[in-house]
Nanobody, 121 residues
Framework: QVQLVESGGGLVQAGGSLRLSCAASGSIFSINAMGWYRQAPGKQRELVAVITSSGSTNYADSVKGRFTISRANAKNTRYLQMNSLKPEDTAVYYC???????????????WGRGTQVTVSS
């Protein structure tokens, strides 16, 4: 009932920048929070950044000062601007959205399919 479409991943050299986008669509009444997670090979999925409906943000220590999460409320879209990328940022990045459905007001917790970010040294 809720679809997330991610875009913006790719290959970049260390020190470069990428911007990821996540667009949510479907039977959405409200979005409480939207975040980005990442999973590198052989590692657990970890939180990168999250932004709530009030605009509060939270970042992993490893990306503070380099990554910025923002939103375009009218389009249920969130962005992750990634600057000063490092090889250790290489991972599949997943968008996650939590909110309520318009049809039932039930809560939902949806994931995108992921987008690959590769940072070469």
């Amino acid at each position: 009932q809720v679809q997330l479409v991610e875009s913006g991943g790719g290959l970049v050299q260390a020190g470069g920048s990428l911007r990821l986008s996540c667009a949510a669509s479907g039977s959405i009444f409200s979005i409480n929070a939207m975040g980005w997670y990442r999973q590198a090979p052989g590692k657990q999925r970890e939180l990168v950044a999250v932004i709530t409906s009030s605009g509060s943000t939270n970042y992993a220590d490893s990306v503070k000062g380099r990554f910025t999460i923002s939103r375009a409320n009218a389009k249920n879209t969130r962005y992750l601007q990634m600057n000063s990328l490092k090889p250790e940022d290489t991972a599949v990045y997943y968008c996650n959205t939590k909110g309520r459905l318009s049809s039932s007001y039930n809560e939902f917790d949806s994931w995108g399919r992921g987008t690959q970010v590769t940072v070469s040294s």
